[in-house]
């Protein structure tokens, strides 16, 4: 998947991997005219449209441009956060993307085909009704899906799609024919269909004891930590880095391991999950106690980490109002392609090898910290709500049931599925 990047200024800034990788340029002779037209897109949740969103050439990075140049080590990461702000997205590019190997149609023998292999499950919208075949491998997490799709089903064509509720994604690049197949996350390597994930309505992982029946209800989170950022403004906030969470992969050892040998600079601790069987699988260590996401908000800095796929952490943590350092770019959720480094948050190597570095700069520059913890926030806040969600399932399912070639025949032995209502999850 690649992501449309548009310039207001000279630069080098190359796509890959569905992912932005910014690289050195000659230094700027101008940092203001880098950003000076500069403005980024969003889709409207009310209207299904785009919508601009205010430039950023008031960016405290740009007006500190110059005396930056006397300090040649800190001018790289200037360089980088002048060349993301000069980006301009286009939000539909994600879809188009998805949907671009199926253009000439989806025909009923690839769907057939795509049943068979058992990828997901079988949905149908016929005549304003969601039908979906018995089995489930998750029903929680099917009905966080079904909650979204009967939010717009009377906006809806015909349609029938198969959706994966898994962890990872089911239509490797290599795989031909391409299955039309829907997924919550994928890395370039995949050709997944992405929809917004259960997880904004129930589904999400339990986490004991604070979320017993699974993270979800996207609404009534986004007021919690609302409430929490407003108690912990920027100046409360501790100035280290905070992360608590499971050994799901070996790469958020360096951050343990960095705390445990400065603590003063990050607290991170391993906390236990399903596949705990010793002190082990938590370096060395007792499990630490889980601390509940409102409670990462008295911290500037937080670390976000892929999990099995993409992290269902990584929205939360913006809506904290502190800096998320997000650790790796390969995996990817519908809303990831919005969010530019630098602009919205800081990238991190996947070994961690940079993080001292960038710990000193973001402190040794706590205004440009700020702003750029206010931006991630604010995008979340303003383009990541739940009638976004449910806009975006619109389009997908509008768009994908236009490209198939067949009239929908209903399966009989399907059940229709009806709202579940006073449903929460926190």
Known sequence: MHTDLYFSSPGSVMVTGGRYTLKRSPKPRNFTSLAAHTTAVAISGNTCRRTDVAPYDNSIAIQKGFSFLTKSHWLPFLEQILHSLSIVLNPSSVLNDDLRPFREGVSEELMADTLRRGVGTHY?????????????????RCSGVEHFILQVIDKLPDVEMVVNVRDYPQVPGWVQPILPVLSFSKTADYQDIMYPAWTFWEGGPAVWPIYPTGLGRWDLM???LKKSAAQWPWKRKESRGFFRGSRT????????????????????????????????????????????????CQYKYLFNFRGVAASFRLKHLFLCGSLVFHVGEEWLEFFYPQLLPWVHYIPAKQDLSDLRELLQFVKENDDIAQEIAVRGQRFILDHLRMEDVSCYWERLLTEFGGLLKYKLQRKTNYNQVIHKHGRTEL
């Open 249 to 296: 992969s070996p790469e958020r050892d360096p951050l343990v391991l960095l705390s445990r040998e400065a603590p003063d600079l990050v607290d991170a601790e391993y906390t236990k999950n399903q596949a705990w069987k010793s002190e082990k699988d938590t370096l060395g260590r007792p499990p630490a106690q889980e601390i509940p996401l409102v409670e990462h």
């Open 124 to 140: 149908q919208i016929i005549n304003g009704k969601l039908y979906r075949e018995q089995n489930c491998m998750f029903p929680a």
């Open 222 to 224: 986004r007021d919690d």
